[in-house]
């Protein structure tokens, strides 16, 4: 079956980069997707890229896709302490279930 | 506010005891799932439904059933809650994915679910 897999820990210090590694198993995934989830809260969207894109770019984050090496990563540029949250990487396929099978979730800790 | 609502947001039971958490959503979405998160196994999806009436099982459906009698309302029951599914559970919506896009999952705030 798909498997989804991320370091759980990752930190950085305040106005570095941050970068959220993520890989997965299942060749046909069709659109890959990075959530965030603050404390106490549901996931949220941060952004997502459909498999045929090498890189996508939304402000302060860039995607990158890696097919061949089934390898996706989020970087976070000029990283805040707003930025504190667990990421979550998902892949999901355009048909049937449409489920996402996501990953165990990366915990990102910010230094001052 | 378009939003995906689940009550209760805690809970505290005992092994046995009948429970249900309920799900609403306002966005008039067809695709409704839930899904369980547990400290090192990420989400895993519980049940889906595509539509009203249109239910299926996901990755581990064991000691739950849902049901969607109505568009906006997708209820998580379980019969007998057990110490195992001591857990924290979202219910997430989205428009239509099939087939016409990305599916954009709404999540609900989370219910966290103790059973003794």
């Known amino acids: 079956g798909e498997d989804v897999e991320q370091s759980l820990f990752l930190s950085v210090r305040e106005g570095d980069s941050s970068v959220i590694n993520c890989t997965y198993t299942?060749?046909?995934?069709?659109?890959l997707y990075w959530y965030k989830q603050e404390p106490g809260a549901g996931l949220q969207l941060l952004t997502y890229?459909?498999?045929?894109?090498d890189m996508k770019q939304d402000q302060r984050l860039t995607v990158l896709l890696n097919k061949k090496d089934k390898h996706l990563s989020l970087r976070i540029a000029d990283t805040q302490t707003g930025d504190s949250a667990i990421y979550f990487c998902?892949?999901?396929?355009?048909?049937?279930?449409?489920?996402?099978?996501f990953g165990t979730g990366t915990r990102l800790t910010i230094i001052p | 506010e378009a939003q995906v609502t689940q009550n209760p947001r805690y809970l505290i039971t005992v092994t046995g005891k009948k429970l249900t958490v309920t799900c609403s959503q306002n966005?008039?979405?067809?695709?409704m799932s839930w899904y369980r998160q547990d400290p090192g196994l990420g989400l895993r999806q519980i049940y889906y439904s595509m539509n009203v009436e249109v239910t299926d099982k996901g990755d581990v459906p064991e000691g739950y059933k849902v049901s969607r009698k109505e568009k906006r309302n997708f209820p998580l029951i379980l019969e007998s809650p057990s110490p195992n599914q001591t857990s924290l559970y979202f219910c997430a919506s989205s428009l239509n994915p099939a087939g016409s896009g990305a599916n954009v999952l709404t999540f609900g705030a989370g219910s966290r679910l103790t059973v003794l």
């Open positions: 998902a892949e999901g396929s355009n048909f049937g279930n449409e489920k996402l099978t």
């Open positions: 299942d060749s046909s995934s069709t659109y």
């Open positions: 966005m008039n979405h067809e695709y």
């Open positions: 890229i459909f498999s045929n894109m």
